[in-house]
């Protein structure tokens, strides 16, 4: 049985003070995490914050991003291992805006995955396709294909506790969402190509989110599609009312 995640992703957004503020409002709200995984990604800057003002909360802790090595020189770089060693838990990676703005590569979101392993942490690997791949109807075999490259040499234990995030480029920050029906077909897909890459009981217990202007609105649609568990929210996870009506949507 997996259990729903459902993520903010805050990207460039918030301070250390806003971020402590957020948590002071949400954190006695939450859902039992057995019932709904609730978790935040932050800005690095942010993440000290952030873990300090959800101890001993059902929040979780993300980083959205981070290299590939532990420690070396690599200016502005983030160490999987400091993240480890903050007790963050998730690492987002593969975003499409790390993708498109920091012309980030799918052999590059493999090592980082690997990376984000050997440390401890676990990955929450994002794919999609562009709105020009989705119209020539390419969009499966090119999400399958970021799939297999972003796993390549992961073991069927690690590939069962990771996430995988969904997210069409066409709907991101856009306000056009997939329909559910669009991202169980995607989800199911992807579902299914791991359990071709490894087998069926990894596949069965693999998360996979959508994203893509997920609100509290569509929540509950998505929600209760059969190989959607989670969501990878933007806007929408930056208020403090919508970000409860979405980790809460089981009430
Ligand atoms: O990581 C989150 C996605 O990019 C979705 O962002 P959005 O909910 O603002 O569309």
Not at 31 to 48: F, G, R, W, Y
Request: net charge negative; with cysteine.
């Amino acid at each position: 049985m997996r259990t729903p995640i459902i993520a903010g992703n805050w990207k460039l957004h918030m301070n250390p003070a806003q971020t402590a503020e957020f948590v002071k409002n949400v954190k006695d709200k939450l859902p039992d995490s057995n019932k709904v995984e609730s978790v935040i990604a932050a800005p690095a800057v942010d993440l000290d914050a952030l873990i300090k003002a959800s101890e001993g909360s059902n929040l979780s802790v993300a980083a959205e991003n981070c290299y590939f090595e532990d420690e070396g020189a690599f200016t502005g770089e983030t160490s999987p291992k400091v993240l480890k060693e903050m007790g963050v838990k998730y690492c987002i990676i593969g975003h499409s805006e790390r993708r498109d703005y920091f012309h980030e590569t799918d052999e590059d979101i493999n090592k980082k995955a690997k990376a984000i392993f050997r440390n401890g942490l676990l990955p929450i690997i994002c794919c999609g396709e562009s709105l020009e791949t989705r119209e020539a109807g390419k969009e499966e075999e090119f999400v399958v294909a970021q799939i297999k490259k972003a796993l390549d040499g992961l073991t069927s234990e690690q590939v069962s506790s990771l996430v995988i995030a969904y997210e069409p480029i066409w709907a991101i920050g856009t306000g056009k969402t997939a329909t559910s029906d669009q991202a169980e077909e995607m989800c199911k897909t992807i579902r299914e190509s791991i359990a071709k890459l490894y087998n069926e009981e990894t596949a069965e217990n693999v998360r996979i989110q959508y994203g893509g202007s997920v609100k509290p609105a569509n929540v509950k649609e998505l929600m209760a599609k059969p190989n959607i568990d989670g969501g990878l929210v933007g806007g929408a996870s930056l208020e403090v009312e919508s970000f409860l009506s979405l980790v809460n949507y089981q009430d």
